[in-house]
């Protein structure tokens, strides 16, 4: 599996990069208010970070390393910290999709848009969809939508069952909350979840206009 670049780099490089995407994230609005984040798989260990603390400050020993099954086999050095409640969810991409990293995301473009459609948000004639592997500029795009959950964890059951429902998708939307968006490996999910927010924020300001996303027509 490549990272970086590079064949199989050593794994302190896997949580320097949780905390690098983290920081980047955060600087986006992905992360503020200690939502948000990111889990990259390596090899057969899953890299994750911890619940509840600021995204932007966290430090590599803070990373909680985790088998394929999800069970934690390298805690955080901090024993106050607990693993990201986002882990079912995250495992979920893993396991279902083969995915390499999953990111959390509690963008105001994605929770916005979220808002905007009933069970899939849909986007079409926007050039940022060919980001999206498997789609291109004039494909409808969709993104299913669940409801919130009181604790995310709870999430669970309706990520899977999205995913299961939406052999396609690379993104779940959760109503009122942000997207989870994965990727074969982490690149791929960074860029499909900055083509997604885009896209988000496109559907948000063009409604905005008086225009319909759906609807518009471009080159074709
Ligand atoms: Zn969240």
New binding site residues.
């Given amino acids: 599996m490549s990272l970086l670049g590079v064949e199989s780099p050593p794994t302190s490089q896997v949580r320097n990069l949780i905390v690098d995407l983290c920081r980047q994230f955060y600087a986006k609005g992905w992360a503020s208010g200690t939502?948000?984040g990111i889990s990259i798989r390596h090899e057969d260990r899953i890299f994750m970070a911890p619940s509840g603390v600021q995204k932007e400050r966290i430090r590599p020993e803070d990373i909680f390393v985790l088998d394929l099954n999800g069970e934690v086999v390298e805690r955080a050095l901090n024993p106050g910290l607990k693993v990201s409640d986002?882990k079912p969810l995250f495992m979920h991409a893993f396991n279902l999709r083969g995915a390499g990293a999953v990111l959390?995301s509690?963008s105001m473009n994605a929770m916005l848009a979220s808002w905007l459609f009933g069970t899939h948000f849909r986007i079409s004639n926007h050039e940022m969809q060919k980001g999206i592997a498997g789609t291109g500029a004039f494909d409808t795009l969709e993104v299913p939508i669940i409801p919130n959950t009181p604790h995310?964890h709870q999430l669970s059951d309706s990520i899977e069952q999205a995913l299961n429902d939406n052999p396609k998708t690379q993104a779940v939307l959760v109503r009122g909350?942000?997207a989870y968006i994965w990727g074969k490996d982490w690149a791929q999910a960074k860029t499909q979840a900055e083509c997604y927010d885009y896209l988000f924020e496109a559907a948000v300001r063009e409604r905005q206009l008086g225009l319909d996303p759906l609807k518009l027509k471009g080159g074709q």
């Fill in positions: 939502g948000g986002c959390h509690h995310e909350h942000g």
